[in-house]
Structure formats: C-alpha cells, structure tokens
C-alpha cells in the first residue's frame, strides 16, 4: 500500500485565519489577546510573515486597538507590542503605517501613559525601529520626540531595559545628523546618557548603545568638548579593558575616541600612560576582528598626527597595520584607515618611512591603488601616504620597480578634475624625482608631458596649483632643461604665470629660480617681469639674488644687445639694491657686477 502524501499546509493561512478570528471575536477580551500575541509572533518570523499582515489588513486592525477601539490598556499595550516587530526592519510596513496615521496614534498612546513603565517600553522600540531608516528620521524626528527620548532617561532611571532602548534610538537619529547631535547637547542629553551609563557599567547593551551614541555625537565640536571634560577618554579607556571580548563594545569605544581625539592634541599623558599601553595589550586580538582592526587603525592614525606621539607609538606598529592591509584586502574602512594610520605614522619620520618600505609598503600602496582606483577616499589616503613615504631618499632600485607609473598617470588623469588630487600628485612626483633613477622613469612613461597638460587645461589660473606645479618643475629642470623649453615650451608658461600672478612672493621667487636654469631660453619680456619682482618684493634677498643672478646671465648671453628696452630699469633697481642691500656681500657683488656688463657692452 503506497502512503498518501501529507498534504502541505500554507503558513500564511495562518496569518488569514487569526486576523479573521480577531475580526469574528472582537468582544472577547481572552480571543483578543491570544489572537495578537499570534500575530506578534508570525512577525517575529520575518519579512513574508510581516508582509502578509500587511496584505490581510492585519495593520489596520492592530492600529485599531492601539487607538481604544475596545478599550483594555493591557490589549493596546500587546497590540504596541506586534506593531512593533510588524515594523522590524520593513521599510514598506513603516510607510504604511505612516499612510495610515498610525505614527501619530502611536505617539498619542504613549503620551497619555507616560507613567507605564511597559507602554514606554514599547513606544521607544518603536521609534528605535523607524530611526533605522534616515528619510523617516527626518521626517518624524522633532525636538518633542527628541525631548521624550531623553525624559524616558530621566524618568526610568532605574530602568535598564528602558534606558538601553532610548540610547539605542538615540544612536540610530544621531548618525551624521549634525543638526540633532547639536540638539541633544543643547538639550543636556550628554549627561543622562553619562549618567546611565555610569550606573549599569555591566550591562553590555546599554554600554555598546552608549558608546555608539556617543561616537556619533562626538562628532559635534561642542560635545566633543563636554565628553572630555567628564574623562570621557579615561572612561573609553575603560570600558575596552574590561569588556576586550565584546567586539562591538571595544569598536565603538575606539570611534568614541579617535573621535575625541580629532584635532585635539592635549591629551598626551592620557594617550603615553593609559592609550597607547591599552592598544598595544589588545592589538593580538584585535588585529584578527575586521570590525575592531579598522577602529584600532583609525585611533592609531589619530595618535600619530601628533609628533611626540608618533615617536610614542613606535616602528612595531606599522609592520602589524601592513599585516592588516594585507589580509583585509577587500575592506573598504580598513583600507582607508590603515593608510591614514601608515602616512601619519611616516611624516616627518625616516625611520618610519625605512619601515614601511621594508616591510611591504609601497607594493601594498600599489596593490590597493590598483584594486580602488574609483574609490576616492582609499586613493586619497594611499596618495598621503605615498607621499609622505616619498620624502625617503634610500631608493632602492627593486624598490623603484615596484612602483607601476603607468598606473599612477592613469589614476593622475582619472582625478585630475580635482585640485587635491592634481595637488597631491605634484607633491608625489616632486619627491619621488628628487631620486634620479625615479626621475627617468617620469619622464619616461611620459608623466610630465601629463602633468603639464592637465595643469595648462584645467588649473591656469589657479594659484594653489601653480606653486606645487612650479615647485615640480624646479626639481626636474636642471637635466631636462632642453626637452622642457624646446617641446613643452614650459619658460613661455612659466612667463604667463609670473605675469599673472604678480602680487605673489613665492611663486615670483619660484619663477626666477626657473629663469635661472632656463638662461639660453629668456627673453627681454622676462627681464621686465624680473626686475618688476625686485622692486616689489625690495625684502627678499633670496628673489633679490637669484633675480640678479638671471639679469646678469641674459646680458651675458645677449651681448648687450636691447639693452636700451631695460637700461633705466636696470639702473633704478641697482640704486634701490645698493641703498637697502649694501651689507649683504652676495648681493652688492652681482650689482657691481651687472653695472660693469652694461659699462662693457655700452662701449661696444
């Protein structure tokens, strides 16, 4: 005898069958319960259950009861209850319920009973659960919503489940929301939340939801400023020690502090004696956690912008951040953090930046340029560190292989629309071709060409960009005078620049420095522009020396000739030099020097 197949049962038809009975029996009180305590838990299940709530009027019904439809406090309260996991993490149930004025039925229920510990309970889960989503938070969050968050902090002080669940909505309405994070200052909201948290320092939730909200609101200057002054940092500190196990915990801690540590640098004995002993004790542990390995690298990157501190820190650490770099590859936030880490630990530090290439920096640096090339803040940090590590001359010629350049021109050109990146990009190429070898290779894949394009397209007339653009083209144009002037024509750029910008002491100096290696490609018009600059920068001898230096090159190699164009000019600023200039010996030698060229080539 073959056995007859069970017949599948629907789920769902559950879901139809309680919501029909909750109709049939709406005037038996124990149907009613046991009917919602049903559908809270068919929400609990998930997204379909939720949905098929949604799609039998189950919603309407729950709003129903919560408005008093039969009046009984302790149905309104289970039917707050179900329409709060009705709500859990559905988007389209939120918007419904909106559609329904059920946010503002909500809202009623839970001011008429401010003094029930269950129904607060409940109204707070439910503004948790909107507050996950940022377009309901700004459209639903107001200072009266805000207000009763922080009053249910006042008014269940002795209530951790409460004061947990207000934290976490807390949390969620003051994620990059600027304008609430300065409203929950102005309204005192720091203190209860340091309050809470000071009195139940065991309860792990209550201390991530805080340390989360914290970490948020720390991003306001003025917060910021008031977790300080309550030992915040000390307190952060803390709480990582003691609870190191909790990932999230420790993770939001280390926010909280690279927050406070942003832009404040006041904090040292806190940082040597308490910080950096606390980072060094977890690192084992932490390095291996994503989540917690990127926050570690971000407080360290914090630390390190401070020059006393970076020497604090350590050459140890940088081995241990290449080794997360490595093994988080895919990483966004710990790609971005580990470079901010790698090039504030390297500024200004050789010793740093000799670690760093030793143990795999610059391959590292091209992997994830390569890997990110879109991803903006990755490219802007690997360039920073790129950079700061370029300021080391030990270049070691398997070192200088690494270095993919044809991928750096592609990635120049991919950003060039940006001042920052065209910027820092001059900065890397002026350091890097301080090394001939490195210099070569510029030129050889055709980087200057690049360079000099971009900034003649789309940054002419900026003067930010032509300092650097200078400061790049002093560093190569003592041996590619000829390819410069001759192809690029760059003196006749560098022309148009000092005329354009003639108010500017340094790049006038800049100019003239180019000028002087550019001798056999001056003219007449850049004599005028030079001895313009003399007369109106009379207190820089470097641009009075060097300036002098190319005047008198150009009546050597000119022969005299034009010399009627400038003769006067010449004289004028002569007189105004040996007037101000008389006991610099540099100086005073050039212009006698100057004045016998022109005695010289008068005669002839």
Known sequence: MIPRKKKEKNPFLNVEQIIETLIRCDLILPIQF???????????????????????????????????????????????????????????????IINLEGFSSVWE????????????????????????????????????????????????????????????????????????????YQFSGIEKIWKAMKKFEQNNQLQIGSALCLSNLSENKESKQKILLMNGMQHFIHLIKTFNKNQNLVRFSFQTISNLLYQNQDYNSVIENDLIPLINLIWKDAEKINTVASKLCLVVAQIAK????????????IKKIISIGTRFRANLEIQQNCFLALSNLACDMPENQLE?????????????????QEIQEIQENCLLCFINISEQENWKPEIINIVDFELLKNLMISFSDSENFFGKYLLLFSNLSLSPEMMKKIFEFGLVDTIVAIHQE????????????????????SPFQSYLCSNLQIHNMILKGMSQFSENEELQLKCCVLFQIFIPYINEEMIQLISQAIQKFPNNHILIWIGLEVILNFLRKTQGEKLDLFEEKIHSILQNI??????????????????????????N
């Open 34 to 96: 046991n009917c919602i305590s049903s559908i809270t838990l068919l929400a609990k299940k998930g997204k379909e259950f939720q949905e098929q709530i949604r799609f039998n009027k189950g919603i309407e019904l729950i709003l129903e009861r919560i408005r008093g439809y039969i009046k009984n406090l302790k149905l309104q309260t289970k039917s707050l209850k179900a329409l709060v996991y009705i709500i859990m993490d559905n988007y389209e149930n939120i918007q419904y």
């Open 109 to 184: 229920f839970t001011q008429n009973n401010l003094t029930d510990s269950k129904i607060q309970l409940w109204g707070l889960f439910f503004i948790y659960h909107i507050s996950f989503f940022r377009d309901y938070v700004d459209m639903l969050i107001n200072d009266k919503i805000i207000n009763y968050i922080l009053n249910s902090l006042e008014n269940f002080q002795d209530n951790e489940n409460i004061l947990s669940i207000s934290i976490c909505c807390l949390s969620n309405i003051t994620f990059k929301n600027s304008e609430i994070q300065s409203k929950i």
């Open 306 to 317: 401070n020059e006393q501190m970076r020497a604090a820190i350590g050459k140890s650490k």
């Open 356 to 372: 760093i290439l030793k143990n795999g920096g610059i391959e590292l640096i091209i992997a994830r340029m390569k890997n990110f």
């Open 458 to 477: 789309k940054f002419i007339s900026n003067i930010n960009i032509w300092l650097k653009f200078t400061s790049f083209i002093c560093v190569v144009a």
């Open 578 to 603: 040996n007037e101000s200039c008389f006991n610099i010996q540099e100086i005073m030698k050039l212009s006698k020097e100057i004045e016998l060229e022109i005695v010289k080539w008068k005669k």
